[in-house]
């Protein structure tokens, strides 16, 4: 083996992995403060994507936000996809936030069963190409002979970035200490003074730009958009939240990193037989993680149940 | 009023549920035998296999009270293991290759080989649930849920045996009208006599307070596992349904849309209610075909498509929203008459 090759797996897999420690930071926010495991947060990445094109149901799509100058193209996206994230609290998960964990699953399911139907009826069921930001998909060159793709270092950087914005935001905020506050003991930090209503608006809107980011990674990188194409990497995000711990931020991004690199270094190491099963493989360790450690790899100590 | 004194209105009255839904199934399926009506027909049939998707879903959902997101993996393993043993008895080495020569030279009856998969589903549902049944709420959906992705993901890569993301086509279609609504009723006296039984009972128990029910005694992990084997048995059986209701099986169709379709379906309902679940297949199934003819167009009128699944995804969160307990409250078909009429006769008899 040589170098260059291990270089550009190690990178790939830290994409990967940092592009899933995204989604699951999106859906650990959500849980830690309201136990909720939101389905639909694929969606929000989906309708991201979506939203760039006219609506119509030719193959190659026009672009309508897509057409923008870049900075004003990801600004209107990113808000737009975190309005309809907190649409989705105020609308349909306030109304259901004292239900059961299970329940709640359901009712997100239901959510993003109806925004991709949504999807469905207004773009149709066809994929379509969209080439965002086409800078941004050719290789570079690092050193003699190692090329890695831009978009991956791009991701990675993002991804860093944003992620030490958000722990300035939870050391040194009000608000992000009492978001702390309210993973560990929601009721308690009510009694204290959190208004909690506030706080769980905000979390959606943290989540809800996190997917707003994605959408415009993931489009640049596939370069095609379907309805269902949130779902699949959805499931990914979900296995990651499971594996960090539901609730622990680190544990999401931990997860995230996990997956990652796990599902790359997997396609890299398994014999070729096995490979085929990957994703039974990586859904079967979901299951001995969960009856390992119940409570994911990071515990909190919210996250002990009590009778 | 109506003397309950005679043994056998004590008894209709003991399973008036079972009796009201088995009845009610009865006339609609006697309405649409008799017009002759296909596409109806076909509607129908779909929906009593459902019904028995839907009940073995009531059996261990409603009393563990643990949502289960895994059991059309069980639906899916015993509709293949159906059409190992019925299927296309000329094609099979080419669709399913990989399989014994036992089974590659030998074509079963419908009948043992629908028990057969689900006597393999719930074999299958005792190794895996021996392991998830350990958990409590939200993990164990969680469990249940990768439960179903392994599920899905082995079938779709096995190929030689399942024909992977291609479909199996011509099973016998045998799951008529008639075929389906025996089923059915089966399915619905298994969870109806389940939850009348004692481990129902405890089951129910460890729903409303799992510490409590420990605390009297009650095995909570066994008898999770029991309803989870017993629902599962019922689950594969409608899997072999659905193969020989659709002539074809794609491992695609038991993926997130068949799960949601079928959870909604019992939510609707109410999810601690036999009658639930059936009057949510009911429901749901009438609604979902009358949007579809809506979508393809009735004369000038139509509706976007995929207006049926926007519309049932709606009512579902409205549902979890407003009416938790769905639409029968949780509750069975009420004995009509009198109120309790043994308490009444025995108040006669000391007066």
Redesign the interface.
């Known amino acids: 083996m040589d170098w260059p090759y291990i270089f550009q797996t190690a990178i790939s897999a830290l994409s990967f992995g940092s592009f899933y420690a995204l989604g699951a930071l999106g859906i650990g926010l959500l849980f830690s403060v309201l136990r909720l495991i939101n389905f639909a947060h694929g969606d929000f990445i989906t309708i991201g994507g979506y939203a760039l094109i006219v609506p119509s149901s030719a193959v190659v799509a026009t672009l309508s936000i897509g057409g923008f100058h870049p900075a004003l193209l990801a600004i209107c996206i990113i808000v737009l996809v975190t309005v309809v994230a907190l649409l989705s609290y105020f609308v349909v998960f306030q109304h259901v936030q004292n239900s059961s964990p299970a329940t709640m699953m359901i009712v997100s399911f239901a959510l993003g069963y109806v925004l991709q139907n949504v999807i469905v009826m207004i773009y149709e069921g066809r994929p379509k190409a969209v080439n965002l930001f086409p800078e941004l998909t050719g290789p570079i060159q690092i050193a003699d002979g190692v090329s890695v793709p831009l978009l991956q270092l791009v991701i990675i950087a993002v991804t860093w970035l944003l992620l030490i914005a958000l722990v300035l935001f939870f050391r040194r905020t009000a608000a992000g200490v009492q978001m702390r506050a309210a993973a560990e003991d929601f009721r308690m930090a009510r009694m204290l003074g959190v208004r909690g209503k506030r706080l769980i608006a905000l979390a959606f809107i943290l989540s809800g730009s996190l997917a707003g980011i994605m959408s415009l990674l993931f489009v640049t990188q596939k370069g095609v958009l379907m309805y269902n194409m949130g779902l699949s990497i959805m499931l990914f995000f979900f296995i990651a939240t499971v594996i960090g711990g539901m609730g622990s931020l680190i544990g999401a991004v931990v997860g995230g990193y996990a997956v990652g690199i796990a599902s790359v270094v997997l396609s890299a190491v398994l014999p070729e037989d096995v490979r085929p099963f990957r994703d039974a493989c990586v859904f079967l360790i979901v299951i001995i993680i969960l009856l390992w450690r119940p409570q994911g790899l990071v515990l909190t100590k919210a996250a002990r149940e009590r009778v | 009023m109506i003397e309950a004194n005679t043994p056998v209105l004590r008894l209709v009255r003991t399973f008036w549920p079972l009796v009201v839904l088995s009845v009610g199934l009865l006339i609609i399926v006697v309405i649409i035998d008799l017009s002759g009506d296909i596409i109806l027909a076909q509607t129908l049939i779909e929906g009593l296999v459902r019904v028995v998707i839907v009940a073995a879903l009531y059996l261990f959902i409603g009393n563990s009270g643990?949502?289960s997101f895994g059991h059309i993996g069980f639906m899916m393993i015993g509709a293949y293991a159906t059409a190992w043993q019925t299927c296309c008895p000329y094609t099979r080495d080419m669709f399913m290759p990989g399989l014994p020569t036992y089974l590659l030279n030998n074509t079963h009856h419908f009948i043992p080989a629908i028990l057969l998969a689900g006597l393999l589903a719930a074999v299958v549902a005792l190794i895996t649930g021996y392991?998830?049944m350990?958990?409590?709420?939200?993990?164990a959906?969680?469990?249940t849920f990768?439960?179903m992705?392994?599920f899905y993901?082995?079938y779709l890569?096995w190929s030689t045996w399942t024909s992977g993301a291609s479909s199996v086509i011509g099973l016998p279609t045998t799951t008529t009208v008639w075929v389906g609504y025996v089923y059915a009723v089966i399915a619905i006296t298994a969870a109806f006599l389940y939850s009348r039984s004692r481990w129902g009972l405890a089951l129910r128990s460890s729903r409303d307070d799992e510490?409590a029910a420990r605390a009297a005694g009650v095995n909570v992990f066994g008898q999770r596992l029991l309803a989870f084997v017993v629902s599962a048995f019922f689950c594969g059986m409608a899997g072999g349904l659905f193969g020989h209701f659709l002539g074809m099986l794609t491992v695609d169709s038991f993926h997130?849309k068949m799960t949601?379709i079928t959870?909604?379906m019992l939510?609707l309902g109410g999810m601690q209610s036999l009658t639930g679940a059936v009057v949510g297949v009911v429901v749901l199934t009438v609604v979902i075909d009358v949007l579809r003819r809506l979508e393809t167009g009735v004369g000038d009128f139509s509706i976007?498509?995929?207006?049926a699944?926007?519309f049932?995804?709606?009512v579902?969160?409205l549902i979890?929203?407003f009416r938790?307990s769905g639409i029968t409250g949780n509750a069975e078909v009420y004995w009509p008459f009198k109120p309790d009429i043994s308490a009444a006769a025995a108040m006669k008899r000391q007066s």
């Open positions: 643990i949502i392991a998830i350990r958990l409590s709420g939200i993990a959906s969680i469990g990768a439960l992705m392994v993901s082995v890569r510490v997130l949601f959870l909604s939510v976007p498509t995929s207006s699944e926007v049932v995804g709606v579902i969160i979890l929203i938790q």
